[in-house]
């Protein structure tokens, strides 16, 4: 697809514009007494301000909203306003078990937003060298897993699945009664089967799912934008286990959350990763570029008429107001194309889906990654997969289409 409307080049324009920028290399974080929704310009003022104990009159956040004909509740940031967030847990310690990709980004932001935090990995390990990059300190926020554990009141496990899977039987008799455990995937403790992930029965148990990676939350925040979450209670003993999901949500950077339960939240992420967030828009791109080639299309066209316009051009519209808006946003002769062949893709990948779908629910999925990220050859393997998409000529070819991008930083 080659060509705009004249009219659409404008809108284009204002579109790709508006796109959220890469995520920068990690920053090493400060820690902020009492930061603001980030910005971190706005900490100023909320340091300077006394910390205040007194009863808040909420401005409420929750709202009930019509989507496409069903009414959903909505948890907003605005019932949390700082002040009330830092009262609210001036009494916890939350304890960031596992500092990978959501580790990093929850864990800075919590502490950004002036509440207590300390980070629980393996002491000396390459974690342990990241947290203290990023500024927490041995013996004061950064801890063995099982101390770290102890000192906390909120259990924020945030290791890998198979990770959760593998330490519980040391970790279980260290969640006593009256702490929280919480998740960011209701994966264990869905499928106890595989994970042997039980938890004890007078804790409260909360889930706070970020829809995007650890870096985006980040970045979010940062920008004073938020991401939007999930939240959910699998176990809730104090009466206060929701509350304190939508509280976390805030902490940790949402800028707005739905309500889900465990099993739909890590349904809906294990069946979207393997499909078009992931593994499906790899394949259909892969497909596409291996058709133009076989038909004599060069590297750079293929790559360009299948990857560069995608994300470049077209998905940026598609995120900033809609299918609908994209296909107006293009030739009249594009959208033809692509309003007849639409439902031919549907019909060619519904039965695709419908069996992810069921190899997810039935816990297919989880025995997988179970066995595979459980390895002690992990590292090895994967490694091994991802360069072989890597040295895929598609993303040879996209190396040197990026570098001729005018914000290219390589």
Not at 121 to 135: M, P
Not at 192 to 209: G, S, W
Not at 225 to 244: F, P
Request: glycine share 8%; with cysteine; net charge positive.
């Amino acid at each position: 697809m080659a060509s705009l409307a004249s009219r659409s080049s404008q809108a284009l324009s204002r579109a790709v514009s508006r796109r959220a920028p890469r995520t920068a290399s990690r920053p090493v974080a400060k820690p902020a007494n009492a930061a603001s929704y980030s910005l971190l310009a706005r900490s100023a003022v909320a340091a300077s301000a006394p910390r205040r104990t007194t009863t808040f009159e909420s401005v409420r956040g929750v709202k009930t909203l019509d989507f496409a004909g069903s009414k959903e509740v909505v948890y907003e940031r605005s019932d949390w306003p700082l002040a009330k967030l830092q009262d609210y847990f001036k009494n916890d310690t939350l304890a960031l078990i596992g500092y990978g990709s959501q580790g990093h980004g929850q864990g800075l932001n919590a502490r950004d937003n002036g509440l207590n935090v300390i980070v629980g990995v393996r002491e000396n390990g390459e974690s342990w060298k990241q947290a203290q990059e990023d500024g927490w300190v041995p013996g004061e926020t950064l801890f063995p897993i099982e101390e770290a554990i102890k000192r906390g009141t909120i259990v924020m496990n945030l290791l890998s699945d198979a990770a959760q899977s593998a330490t519980w039987p040391k970790l279980a008799p260290l969640i006593t009664k009256g702490k929280t455990l919480y998740f960011s995937h209701g994966f264990s403790v869905v499928y106890k089967e595989d994970t042997k992930v039980v938890p004890p029965p007078d804790v409260d148990v909360i889930l706070v799912a970020p829809k995007g990676s650890g870096r985006t939350v980040r970045t979010l925040f940062k920008e004073g934008r938020g991401i939007n979450s999930s939240i959910a209670v699998w176990q809730d003993v104090t009466g206060k286990a929701k509350e304190k999901a939508t509280a976390l949500g805030v902490a940790i950077g949402s800028g707005y959350m739905y309500e889900t339960t465990f099993q739909k939240e890590v349904y809906s992420d294990l069946y979207g990763e393997r499909g078009v967030l992931m593994g499906g828009i790899q394949g259909m791109f892969l497909a596409q570029y291996k058709v133009l080639r076989e038909n004599g299309h060069s590297p750079s066209e293929a790559f360009n008429e299948t990857v560069e316009e995608a994300t470049q051009s077209l998905f940026p519209l598609i995120g900033a107001k809609g299918m609908d808006y994209m296909y107006n946003a293009c030739s009249t002769t594009a959208r033809r194309g692509a309003l007849d062949w639409a439902p031919i893709f549907e019909a060619a990948n519904r039965p695709i889906f419908e069996k992810l779908y069921k190899s997810v629910r039935d816990g297919t999925e989880t025995r997988k990654a179970l066995e595979f990220n459980g390895r002690s050859t992990y590292r090895e393997d994967l490694a091994r997969e991802l360069k072989e998409i890597d040295d895929q000529e598609i993303w040879r070819a996209g190396k040197t289409v990026r570098s001729l991008r005018p914000d290219y930083k390589p």
